[in-house]
């Protein structure tokens, strides 16, 4: 059974810094790309930003450009968000997502997808 599982949300003050990571199983992962992506209250999931299978290959949402980075450990199966200087407008479920095709990561339909994991922002 294939499973992505995000981890290391949580609380943390305006201004801080978290990093995501979520881990694969189930199958190899090192040719897929991987994506993050957000999920507010009340609004529609967001593309947070996306990694090639290589890691030569990153694109971010306008938003989180220069704060936050993507990278990937592919002897880990895993993929990781280090989020820095955070504000309220970053508070959401995070949620990682796995395809081939990394045009397919931008339309929101990846094949593989975990969970999420809550972060929040407080002021």
């Known amino acids: 059974q294939v499973q992505l599982v995000e981890s290391g949300g949580g609380l943390v003050q305006a201004g801080g810094s978290l990093r995501l990571s979520c881990a694969a199983s189930?199958?190899?992962?090192?040719?897929?790309?991987r994506a993050w992506y957000r999920q507010a209250p009340g609004k529609e999931r967001e593309f947070v930003a996306a990694?090639?299978?290589?890691?030569?290959?990153?694109d971010y949402e306008d938003s989180v450009k220069g704060r936050f980075t993507i990278s990937r450990d592919n002897a880990k199966n895993s993929v990781y968000l280090q989020m820095n200087s955070l504000t309220r407008e970053d508070t959401a479920v995070y949620y990682c997502?796995?395809?081939?095709?990394?045009?397919?990561?931008?339309?929101?339909?990846?094949?593989?997808w975990g969970r999420g994991t809550q972060v929040t922002v407080s002021s």
């Open positions: 990694i090639s299978w290589s890691g030569g290959v990153t």
């Open positions: 997502g796995a395809d081939e095709n990394m045009a397919v990561l931008y339309a929101k339909q990846c094949a593989y």
């Open positions: 189930g199958r190899p992962f090192s040719n897929l790309c």
